[in-house]
Each structure stands twice: as C-alpha cells, then as structure tokens.
C-alpha cells in the first residue's frame, strides 16, 4: 500500500464545467463536495492489469493506491475509517480477496490456486460485525477451464478467510451485488439454463428467477428500509435489443428504464443494448447508472432518476458523453457522481480522468463523510 487515507484530509476539489456564452471552450471550476471520495478498479502497464484504488487530492487530481497482488478491484467501501476492497488477485493466479486497508486476504474456496480455475470477489455489504461478500468460486473442473458459479462469503473474526456459501454448484453463474435485508443476504446476478442467461436472485441461499421468459444479468442491489431495488438488464433470446431494467422486492417481471437517444439516422432503434449497472438511494430518491450502445460501436454513458411512489415506476434520463458508467454514488449535497472508463463525472459532466500516463478502469465509487 503506497499510501494511507490518512494523508488525503484537505477539502476535495472537483471539477464543474460550465460554458461561457459565445465561447465554444469549456472553462474549468472546482466544486466543493463534502466528504472524501474513493474510486476502484484496475490499471494496466507493461502489458498486465493491477488492481488499486484512487483517493482525490487537494489539487483534484488522483493519487493511486497499489494493493498487493490485486489484478482489479471490483467494490470499496469505507466503513469508520477502514478502507475495504475486494476483487482478484493478479493473472497468475486470480482467486477472490479482500483487502482491508491495504492487507490481503484470500477467501476461501474449493481450487483455489488451480491452473485451471479462477474466481473473483465483485461487491461488499456490512452487517454489523460481518462483511458479506458477493462472487464466484471454481465448483468443479470441466473440460475446457473451470465453472465458475456463484457464491458469497462471510467474513468476521471466527472466519477471517471468509466462511463460503455456495449458490450454485457446477453451473455457470455469478452473483454481481449483494445487500442486506433484515439480517438476510440478497445477492444478485445470473446463471445459466441450457442455452439462456438468467437474471437471477437468491434470497439466503434459495434462488428466485427474475425474468424467466428472457436473457438478462442483475447487476446490483440496493436496500432501503424494509424495501430492495435491483437494476440490470434483459432482451429476448435471438434479438439484438437489450432494455435496462429494474425491480423491487418480490417483482418477478422487469420494469424498463428509459434508453438513450439515437444520435445516428442509420442505426435501427431494435440494434441497441442497454443496462443499468449501479443502483443506489439517497434520502428515499432511487438512482441508477449505465449505458446505451447504439450499432454495437455508439456508447451514450446515462443515470437515471426513478420513481417508484406509483404501481410503475417512472424515470428520466440524463445522457452524457463517455462510455459505460459501472457506479454510482449521491453526496450529503445531492450531487450524483457516477465513475466508468477510467473516469469520474460529476452530474453528467466533468469526466476527469484517475490516470494520465496509463490505462484505467473504474469499477467503484464510495464516498467517507
């Protein structure tokens, strides 16, 4: 670890753009926001990927943090202080971890360390004492690699190498997001059924199908009060349109979002895919975060304001230049700041890059008040 948290206490600037009228230049302003903010992901040099964290300094640019033998980080959150990152260790091996400030451990698993597996931690929630973690764990050897199906972990002083619940067993499958719901794990994402992708929730350790008659993945979980909002998406098998999707509580059937806008006349309005990554909630308001790809070439990076106060929940969208936003993430003064493609943006705008000399991606934003 290059660097504590301790050193970063200055007030965070970050970056407003604004255009002066008659001037076609963007002019540059910081912006106080409350708070430090965190970002994950991965970097690549010498041809091989790290994973590592960034933390704003008082100039506004990012200072990386290195983790030992991280190949990417999936999620980070901070939790009075500590900092908390979980993802895979480097190529040579890729086995799930989780690093707290700085400290490596490897979550136990069933081949772990195997030429042939490979596994990866993807989220992270508290309850109280425990850390519950989302991923997947080699079940089983198979012909070609390893099946990687999805699981989650208990990590806590009687289990510091985290006690493994498995979700699936020798079927493909991940579990994405994971949350807390009265003392109950709900962990999120697919698995497959012969030749389909099924979006996917597992209450506990008991699996619920969330769109049966489509492909979809659910990417992320939210808990707020006694209610639970996941995002993803969802198509029809042998279509080329995907829809960002979302659902609440025990809702079996998808709730489309509103997609991007076509910007190219040649491009079909039915050749797009689509998905909400990230979803979060702030004082009682819901947000989402991801991307429309028009053509398969065309990205529109979006969030999404939802409202679920009637029996369908209505949104509107925010489109913003850059590619697929992977987070998302609401400060104490409402700004919404969403990360994806090596970068940070700040209510759709001013996307500032974490690195300059090297090739970043971001996977994760928290925020320590």
């Not at 255009?19 to 926001?33: A, F, H, M, Q, R």
């Not at 990866?120 to 508290?126: D, E, I, K, V, Y």
Request: glycine share 10%; proline share 3%.
């Amino acid at each position: 670890m290059k660097k504590s948290q301790n050193h970063y206490k200055a007030l965070i600037l970050f970056i407003s753009i604004f255009i002066i009228t008659g001037c076609s230049d963007p002019i540059i302003e910081p912006v106080n926001l409350p708070g430090q903010i965190y970002v994950a992901g991965s970097y690549t040099t010498g041809g091989y990927e790290y994973g590592a964290y960034w933390v704003a300094n008082s100039s506004g640019t990012y200072e990386r943090v290195d983790l030992d033998d991280a190949g990417v980080i999936h999620d980070i959150k901070v939790k009075d202080g500590v900092v908390y990152a979980v993802g895979e260790t480097t190529w040579a091996t890729q086995d799930p971890a989780i690093w707290i400030d700085g400290v490596k451990t490897e979550l136990y698993a069933p081949n772990n360390d195997e030429s042939w597996g490979g596994a990866t931690a993807f989220a992270l929630a508290f309850n109280d004492d425990d850390i519950y973690i989302s991923g997947n764990y080699v079940s089983e050897k198979a012909s070609f690699g390893g099946v990687s199906s999805a699981c989650y972990w208990i990590v806590n002083t009687a289990n510091p190498e985290g006690k493994l619940h498995p979700l699936e067993s020798g079927v493909s499958s991940d579990a994405y997001g994971i949350g807390i719901l009265n003392g109950q794990p709900i962990s999120v994402g697919w698995y497959q059924n012969e030749h389909k992708i099924i979006p996917a929730k597992w209450v506990g350790n008991k699996r619920t199908n969330l769109d049966g008659s489509r492909d979809g993945e659910a990417m992320d979980i939210v808990i707020d009060g006694n209610n639970y909002y996941i995002s993803g998406w969802t198509g029809k098998r042998n279509e080329t349109h995907d829809y960002p999707s979302v659902w609440k509580n025990n809702q079996n059937s998808r709730r489309t979002l509103k997609e991007g806008t076509l910007r190219r006349s040649e491009v079909s309005s039915n050749d797009r895919e689509a998905g909400a990554t990230a979803i979060t909630v702030k004082n009682g308001k819901i947000y989402a975060t991801g991307y429309t790809y028009f053509d398969y070439s065309v990205t529109s990076a979006s969030f999404w304001t939802i409202d679920y106060s009637g029996n369908n929940p209505s949104n509107e969208i925010t489109e913003f230049n850059g590619g697929e936003m992977k987070d998302i993430v609401i400060s104490e003064n409402g700004d919404i700041i969403t990360v994806g493609d090596g970068e940070v943006w700040i209510n759709g705008i001013s996307g500032q890059a974490v690195e300059v000399d090297v090739s970043a991606y971001t996977n994760a934003v928290t925020i320590s008040e």
